[in-house]
């Protein structure tokens, strides 16, 4: 709002309460260009809109800050003060435009993502690098969780997001869901195992086999899955041993000590071990989970990257075996 006008020659000027960029921008044009002239050229403003705002800048700031005459301009002493300063001021109002809009594109900020160990191995790390590459301003902060400890996590924003198991709460923590890809489940043998030649086998042959399985408590969509399947093939599963780590489960068979249940991915990098499909096909999903309400860019296109990934089959790609 204007506080009073005041002439300066043939110029009319309006006192404003508060000095605006604009004022700034425009008298670094003509500081620069020393002409009011080309200075206005390069706004691209009418020249007695420009000589008003520098009047308005001097009033506000209560010192001349450009000397004029018919033929020159100069600045003056308060006036090379006010370049140097109000370039470093307008120097850091254009990048903090620009971080603000990288930011709301989701090209700069934090993702805190959480993850389950083996079933994201194959392609977890080839998927973040590709992130980066496309977002290298993003900080992404790693957590490797459990599955209910995974969405515990998000539900209380300390992940912006997950890849993980389903479970039975996640409707109850009002969180979103997108299906990445599902695994199959198999027994995994030494490979001196009788069984470990064979393509595939019934769930039957589990009947009576001392059974290894993740902890319900640690992978209850894993280890729900082995139940079912057993179940649905008449057979009581017999379980030996039900540790907290895939690592464990796989440690545990090599020693001899059962046959392991476990989804196919698991057996990627252990050459001592034999991985055999199960007939009729079970399957474990593995889910990309966020909160609705905290949906940030980052995990905006972090999302729009898997759905990429799984169209071209490059989520499955690594760990896929052929059905047989």
């Not at 709002?1 to 002439?7: C, E, F, W």
């Not at 000589?51 to 308005?56: E, G, L």
């Not at 379980?239 to 057996?267: F, K």
Request: glycine share 6%.
């Amino acid at each position: 709002m204007p506080i009073t006008n005041r002439r300066y020659g043939r110029l009319k000027v309006r006192v404003t309460k508060h000095m605006e960029l604009r004022h700034l921008r425009y008298f670094q044009a003509v500081a620069e260009e020393l002409s009011f002239s080309r200075a206005a050229k390069r706004l691209h403003i009418a020249q007695p809109a420009l000589s008003r705002a520098i009047k308005q800048l001097e009033l506000l700031l209560g010192a001349d800050v450009l000397e004029r005459t018919r033929h020159l301009v100069r600045l003056t002493p308060a006036g090379a003060i006010l370049l140097r300063e109000a370039a470093m001021l307008l120097q850091q109002v254009e990048e903090l435009t620009h971080r603000v809009r990288r930011t709301a594109a989701g090209e700069e900020g934090e993702l805190r993502l959480g993850y389950i160990g083996p079933p994201t191995q194959p392609f977890l790390g080839r998927l973040l690098q590709d992130y980066r590459q496309r977002y290298p301003l993003v900080s992404i902060h790693l957590e490797e969780r459990t599955p209910e400890r995974v969405w515990e996590m998000v539900a209380k924003g300390r992940l912006s997001a997950a890849l993980t198991r389903p479970v039975l709460v996640h409707e109850e923590l009002g969180l979103r869901t997108l299906s990445i890809h599902e695994e199959r489940l198999g027994v995994v043998v030494p490979t001196n195992h009788p069984l470990a030649k064979r393509p595939s086998v019934p769930w039957s042959v589990l009947a009576g086999q001392p059974l290894i399985v993740l902890a319900r408590r640690e992978g209850i969509g894993l280890h729900d899955a082995v139940i079912a399947g057993c179940r649905q093939a008449g057979v009581t599963p017999r379980l030996a041993h039900t540790p907290s780590l895939i690592g464990t489960v796989m440690s545990y068979v090599e020693a001899g000590a059962g046959v392991g249940v476990v989804t196919e991915s698991v057996v990627t990098p252990a050459p001592a071990l034999s991985f055999i499909l199960l007939k009729p096909v079970q399957r474990v999903p593995l889910v990309f989970v966020w909160q609705e309400d905290d949906d940030s860019p980052p995990v905006q296109r972090f999302r729009e990257l898997l759905l990429e990934w799984k169209a071209a089959g490059k989520l499955s790609r690594a760990n896929t075996r052929r059905e047989k």
